[in-house]
T-cell receptor, first 110, second 112 residues
């Protein structure tokens, strides 16, 4: 079946630093989604991308839908302690199941 | 409050007991999903439902039973709980199978 890979698996950064993470697949997707899961909570949608090449921002977060439709990227600028959590990408391919990546675990050091 | 809720939030049970986890959504979404989340595995789909009385297996359905008699509810039953079913369970819903899924807060289940 379709699978998504996320990298890095985990990262430790200093408060104030920028963060980049990505999600890749061997399959094409029509929609890319980025979720964040705070400790002890369910995943919450951050950004949705619907078109190849699309660049969308949500505050300090910026995500891009890759031109090949096989990848997506999430950047966080000027990280703060509340950015801690697990970031999941998800892909939707019309007619297929919703596919989640394994997540990137972000830790922010003060 | 509108949204998607799960109950109980925490549950401890013993091996062999039957456990039912509840999920309720107020958006009238057609699709509902059950996932389990374990360290090292991310989110794995257990079952999903496209509408009332329509359910289908996901990636890891063994040991679980679902029903959907009403659009807003999607209970998940562990008929005879095993220790390997200790996990965090998330329910989600979406308007269609090809749209954003919205998640509940999760149920943390411990099987002793």
């Amino acid at each position: 079946g379709q699978q998504l890979n996320q990298s890095p698996q985990s990262m430790f950064i200093q408060e104030g630093e920028d963060v980049s993470m990505n999600c890749t697949s061997s399959s094409i997707f029509n929609t890319w989604l980025w979720y964040k899961q705070d400790p002890g909570e369910g995943p919450v949608l951050l950004i949705a991308l619907y078109k190849a090449g699309e660049l969308t921002s949500n505050g300090r977060l910026t995500a891009q839908f890759g031109i090949t439709r096989k990848d997506s990227f999430l950047n966080i600028s000027a990280s703060i302690p509340s950015d801690v959590g697990i970031y999941f990408c998800a892909g939707i391919n019309y007619g297929q199941n919703f596919v989640f990546g394994p997540g990137t675990r972000l830790s922010v050091l003060p | 409050d509108a949204g998607i809720t799960q109950s109980p939030r925490y549950k401890i049970t013993e091996t062999g007991r039957q456990v039912t986890l509840m999920c309720h959504q107020t958006w009238s979404h057609s699709y509902m999903f059950w996932y389990r989340q374990d360290l090292g595995h991310g989110l794995r789909l257990i079952y999903y439902s496209a509408a009332a009385d329509i359910t289908d297996k996901g990636e890891v359905p063994d040991g679980y039973v679902v029903s959907r008699s009403k659009t807003e509810n999607f209970p998940l039953t562990l008929e005879s709980a095993t220790r390997s079913q200790t996990s965090v369970y998330f329910c989600a819903s979406s308007a269609t199978g090809e749209e954003t899924q919205y998640f509940g807060p999760g149920t943390r289940l411990l099987v002793l």
